[in-house]
């Protein structure tokens, strides 16, 4: 059974810092393209950023860049998210999700993970 588990949301001041965790089960994590998305009230589950199956490259959201650190440890089976800089409009439920993929860089639209975690809440209060 393959499960992704989201930690390390919660609520914050604007310009603080939170640091999202994945941890994935059930699947050769080494062999699969990890993404964060996130989904505020109201509007659609958008990329955050991507990393390839090594590490090796990733790809960020325009509004993140510069703000925001993805990271893999494939001896853990775990992907971060570095979060800092956070600003109200960063509120959302953020999601891990993963995908089996091969290539260099990492995929980006939502249609092409196909594993999801249950999501944890950021909050960031102005």
């Known amino acids: 059974q393959v499960r992704l588990v989201e930690s390390g949301g919660g609520l914050v001041q604007t310009g603080g810092s939170l640091r999202l965790s994945c941890t994935v089960s059930?699947?050769?994590?080494?062999?699969?393209?990890m993404g964060w998305f996130r989904q505020a009230p109201g509007k659609e589950r958008i990329i955050v950023a991507s990393?390839?199956?090594?590490?090796?490259?990733?790809v960020y959201a325009d509004f993140v860049k510069g703000r925001f650190t993805i990271s893999r440890d494939n001896a853990k089976n775990t992907v971060s998210l570095q979060m800092n800089s956070l600003t109200p409009e960063d509120t959302a439920v953020y999601y891990c999700?993963?995908?089996?993929?091969?290539?260099?860089?990492?995929?980006?639209?939502?249609?092409?993970?196909?594993?999801w975690g249950q999501g944890t809440q950021v909050t960031v209060s102005s």
């Open positions: 999700a993963a995908v089996r993929n091969a290539a260099y860089n990492p995929p980006t639209l939502r249609s092409e993970f196909n594993y």
């Open positions: 990393i390839s199956w090594s590490g090796a490259s990733t």
């Open positions: 059930g699947l050769s994590f080494g062999n699969y393209a």
